[in-house]
C-alpha cells in the first residue's frame, strides 16, 4: 500500500497555493491533514500527479468571532475544533460533534476544511455545517465565493468545488446561549465511521414550550438532511419523553434509507429513532440554562 | 515525476540529511533510511495506530504522511521514550500490568499516551478508553492496558521520575 508517484509543492502562502492549483488543474491535489486523502492516496484510489500540501497556510488555522458568526480557518485541525474554550461556547454542537471524528491521533491532523471537502455521507463536519446552516468559504486565483453549505455538499463525496480552489474558512452562525443542542452518533466499533449520526438544536419560550427546533440526520442519505417536517412538528411541543417519542418516530418515517444486507433499512431507521430521542432530551436538558 | 528530493529531518533531536522519493511514507523513511524500526507498520492507511509517532509533540500516524512534508518540523518515535535503561512512566506501567503480549502494537500505544498524558494528566477510565480506541490490540483485549495508562498517569502526578 504505497501510492503512486505524485510531485510534490509544499506553497508558503495561499496565494502560491492557489498558483500551483491553477496551473495544474485537476492533475493536482490540495492535501492538509490526509487523514481520507493519505489513505486514498496508499490504496491507490487517487493518483494525482501533483500533490499541493497545505500545511503551512498557517494563516488558515483560525477561529474568529465577527459579531454572531464564527468563522472557523479550513486548516483548523478537529482537535483544536474540539477543545478550543470558544467553541465550546458559541458552537458546542461543533465542539460535540468534532469530538467524535475517527480517533485522538486522528483529529490531530484532520481538519474543517479537508473534512467538508471530502464529503464523506457519515461524516460529523458536513452534517453540522448544514444543521446549524454554515456558509463555506471557497478562494481560488480568480477569487472568493461563499457557498451554503447545504449547496456546498452535493452528493457522496462531491461537492461545489473547482479544482483551482481551496476551502478558506466556514462560517458558523453563533448558537444562542439559551439553546440546547446535542451530537450523537452510533458506529459498530468506537471512533468508526457512523451508521447513523444526528445533531440537533433547541430553544424553549419562556413557557417552557418549544420555539425553535433544528434536526440533521447524517448516514441516511448521500447528504446529510435537515428534517424541516419535524422541524415544525415540534414547534409548541414541550421538551419532555413524550414529545422526544413522537418526534424519533417522525425522524424515523420521514427517511428512505437504502437497504444493504449489512445495515437493513429497519435497523437504519431504528438507529434514526433511538438516536433522535436521546439527542433532544439531552439537548432539552442544556436549553434555556441561561435565559 | 517523482525524482527523489533532498530533505532534512530532525528526529528524536537529530538532524538527518537524506534523499527520498516525495512519495516515501513516513513510516517507510523512518524504518529503511533511518533504522528506526521500533516503528511499527500495520495498515498503512490509518486504522491500526502502530505507526504512530509524534510531530512537534502531537501523535500523527506515520503512514499517512510523506518524509517529504516534515521538513522544519520535531519528530518523536518510540526509541527517543526511555532515557538509557529507564523506562517511561507509561512504559514501566504496562511493564508491570502486562499490558501488552506480542508488543507489536505497544509503540503506537506509548506514543499516543505519552502525548495524551501531557495534555490530559488525570483522564477517567472512560478518556483512556475512547483515546485507546485509535490503536489496535489483538492479544490483550485492551484491560491491562487501561489499567497501566490510569497507573502511569498517576505515578507521573505523583512526582517526577516515578
Same mark, same amino acid.
Given at each position: 500500500?504505497?501510492?503512486?508517484?505524485?510531485?510534490?509543492?509544499?506553497?508558503?502562502?495561499?496565494?502560491?497555493?492557489?498558483?500551483?492549483?491553477?496551473?495544474?488543474?485537476?492533475?493536482?491535489?490540495?492535501?492538509?491533514?490526509?487523514?481520507?486523502?493519505?489513505?486514498?492516496?496508499?490504496?491507490?484510489?487517487?493518483?494525482?500527479?501533483?500533490?499541493?500540501?497545505?500545511?503551512?497556510?498557517?494563516?488558515?488555522?483560525?477561529?474568529?468571532?465577527?459579531?454572531?458568526?464564527?468563522?472557523?480557518?479550513?486548516?483548523?485541525?478537529?482537535?483544536?475544533?474540539?477543545?478550543?474554550?470558544?467553541?465550546?461556547?458559541?458552537?458546542?454542537?461543533?465542539?460535540?460533534?468534532?469530538?467524535?471524528?475517527?480517533?485522538?491521533?486522528?483529529?490531530?491532523?484532520?481538519?474543517?476544511?479537508?473534512?467538508?471537502?471530502?464529503?464523506?455521507?457519515?461524516?460529523?463536519?458536513?452534517?453540522?455545517?448544514?444543521?446549524?446552516?454554515?456558509?463555506?468559504?471557497?478562494?481560488?486565483?480568480?477569487?472568493?465565493?461563499?457557498?451554503?453549505?447545504?449547496?456546498?455538499?452535493?452528493?457522496?463525496?462531491?461537492?461545489?468545488?473547482?479544482?483551482?480552489?481551496?476551502?478558506?474558512?466556514?462560517?458558523?452562525?453563533?448558537?444562542?446561549?439559551?439553546?440546547?443542542?446535542?451530537?450523537?452518533?452510533?458506529?459498530?466499533?468506537?471512533?468508526?465511521?457512523?451508521?447513523?449520526?444526528?445533531?440537533?438544536?433547541?430553544?424553549?419560550?419562556?413557557?417552557?414550550?418549544?420555539?425553535?427546533?433544528?434536526?440533521?440526520?447524517?448516514?441516511?442519505?448521500?447528504?446529510?438532511?435537515?428534517?424541516?417536517?419535524?422541524?415544525?412538528?415540534?414547534?409548541?411541543?414541550?421538551?419532555?419523553?413524550?414529545?422526544?417519542?413522537?418526534?424519533?418516530?417522525?425522524?424515523?418515517?420521514?427517511?428512505?434509507?437504502?437497504?444493504?444486507?449489512?445495515?437493513?433499512?429497519?435497523?437504519?431507521?431504528?438507529?434514526?429513532?433511538?438516536?433522535?430521542?436521546?439527542?433532544?432530551?439531552?439537548?432539552?436538558?442544556?436549553?434555556?440554562?441561561?435565559? | 515525476?517523482?525524482?527523489?528530493?533532498?530533505?532534512?529531518?530532525? $528526529?528524536?533531536? %537529530?538532524? @538527518?540529511? *537524506?534523499?527520498?522519493?516525495?512519495?516515501?511514507?513516513?513510516? /517507510?523513511? &523512518?524504518?529503511?533510511?533511518?533504522?528506526?524500526?521500533?516503528?511499527?507498520?500495520?495498515?498503512?492507511?490509518?486504522?491500526?495506530?502502530?505507526?504512530?509517532?509524534?510531530?512537534?509533540?502531537?501523535?500523527?500516524?506515520?503512514?499517512?504522511?510523506?518524509? $517529504?512534508?516534515? %521538513?522544519? @518540523?520535531? *519528530?518523536?518515535?518510540?526509541?527517543?521514550?526511555?532515557?538509557? /535503561?529507564? &523506562?517511561?512512566?507509561?512504559?514501566?506501567?504496562?511493564?508491570?500490568?502486562?499490558?501488552?503480549?506480542?508488543?507489536?502494537?505497544?509503540?503506537?500505544?506509548?506514543?499516543?499516551?505519552?502525548?495524551?498524558?501531557?495534555?490530559?494528566?488525570?483522564?477517567?477510565?472512560?478518556?483512556?478508553?475512547?483515546? *485507546?480506541?485509535?490503536?489496535?490490540?489483538?492479544?490483550?483485549?485492551?484491560?491491562?492496558?487501561?489499567?497501566?495508562?490510569?497507573?502511569?498517569?498517576?505515578?507521573?502526578?505523583?512526582?517526577?521520575?516515578?
Amino acid at each position: 500500500m504505497k501510492p503512486a508517484p505524485f510531485t510534490y509543492h509544499r506553497p508558503a502562502s495561499v496565494r502560491e497555493a492557489l498558483e500551483l492549483l491553477a496551473r495544474y488543474g485537476a492533475d493536482a491535489k490540495p492535501v492538509s491533514g490526509g487523514q481520507s486523502l493519505g489513505p486514498m492516496l496508499n490504496m491507490r484510489l487517487a493518483r494525482p500527479a501533483h500533490l499541493v500540501d497545505l500545511n503551512d497556510l498557517l494563516e488558515l488555522d483560525y477561529v474568529r468571532n465577527t459579531g454572531g458568526v464564527i468563522e472557523i480557518g479550513g486548516l483548523t485541525r478537529h482537535h483544536r475544533v474540539a477543545s478550543a474554550p470558544e467553541i465550546g461556547r458559541d458552537l458546542p454542537l461543533l465542539a460535540e460533534a468534532a469530538a467524535t471524528i475517527g480517533h485522538y491521533a486522528i483529529r490531530q491532523r484532520g481538519t474543517l476544511g479537508g473534512s467538508l471537502v471530502h464529503a464523506d455521507p457519515a461524516a460529523q463536519l458536513p452534517l453540522v455545517a448544514v444543521t446549524l446552516g454554515a456558509e463555506v468559504v471557497l478562494r481560488s486565483a480568480k477569487g472568493e465565493r461563499s457557498v451554503p453549505a447545504d449547496e456546498f455538499v452535493q452528493s457522496i463525496m462531491t461537492v461545489d468545488l473547482a479544482d483551482d480552489e481551496i476551502v478558506t474558512a466556514v462560517r458558523f452562525p453563533q448558537q444562542l446561549a439559551d439553546e440546547g443542542s446535542a451530537f450523537d452518533l452510533f458506529s459498530r466499533r468506537h471512533g468508526d465511521f457512523a451508521i447513523v449520526s444526528v445533531a440537533l438544536t433547541l430553544r424553549l419560550d419562556p413557557a417552557g414550550a418549544i420555539c425553535a427546533l433544528r434536526l440533521g440526520l447524517g448516514g441516511v442519505g448521500p447528504v446529510p438532511q435537515r428534517q424541516t417536517g419535524v422541524e415544525q412538528e415540534a414547534i409548541g411541543c414541550l421538551p419532555d419523553a413524550e414529545t422526544a417519542a413522537r418526534l424519533a418516530r417522525a425522524a424515523a418515517a420521514a427517511i428512505t434509507p437504502e437497504d444493504h444486507p449489512q445495515v437493513p433499512a429497519a435497523y437504519r431507521r431504528e438507529l434514526v429513532e433511538t438516536l433522535t430521542a436521546r439527542a433532544f432530551l439531552r439537548a432539552a436538558k442544556r436549553a434555556g440554562v441561561t435565559a | 515525476m517523482s525524482t527523489p528530493v533532498p530533505i532534512s529531518l530532525v $528526529v528524536n533531536g %537529530e538532524a @538527518h540529511d *537524506l534523499v527520498v522519493p516525495p512519495r516515501k511514507l513516513l513510516s /517507510d523513511v &523512518l524504518r529503511e533510511d533511518l533504522n528506526l524500526t521500533g516503528t511499527h507498520v500495520g495498515c498503512e492507511h490509518g486504522v491500526c495506530g502502530a505507526c504512530t509517532i509524534l510531530i512537534d509533540g502531537r501523535p500523527a500516524r506515520a503512514c499517512l504522511t510523506y518524509a $517529504v512534508q516534515l %521538513e522544519g @518540523h520535531e *519528530l518523536t518515535t518510540i526509541e527517543a521514550v526511555a532515557e538509557g /535503561d529507564t &523506562l517511561s512512566p507509561l512504559q514501566q506501567a504496562l511493564h508491570e500490568e502486562h499490558g501488552l503480549q506480542c508488543g507489536f502494537c505497544t509503540a503506537g500505544i506509548v506514543m499516543t499516551f505519552e502525548a495524551y498524558l501531557r495534555e490530559n494528566p488525570a483522564p477517567s477510565e472512560a478518556e483512556v478508553r475512547d483515546v *485507546l480506541s485509535g490503536n489496535l490490540c489483538r492479544c490483550t483485549g485492551y484491560q491491562n492496558i487501561v489499567t497501566a495508562v490510569l497507573k502511569a498517569a498517576e505515578a507521573m502526578r505523583g512526582g517526577r521520575g516515578a
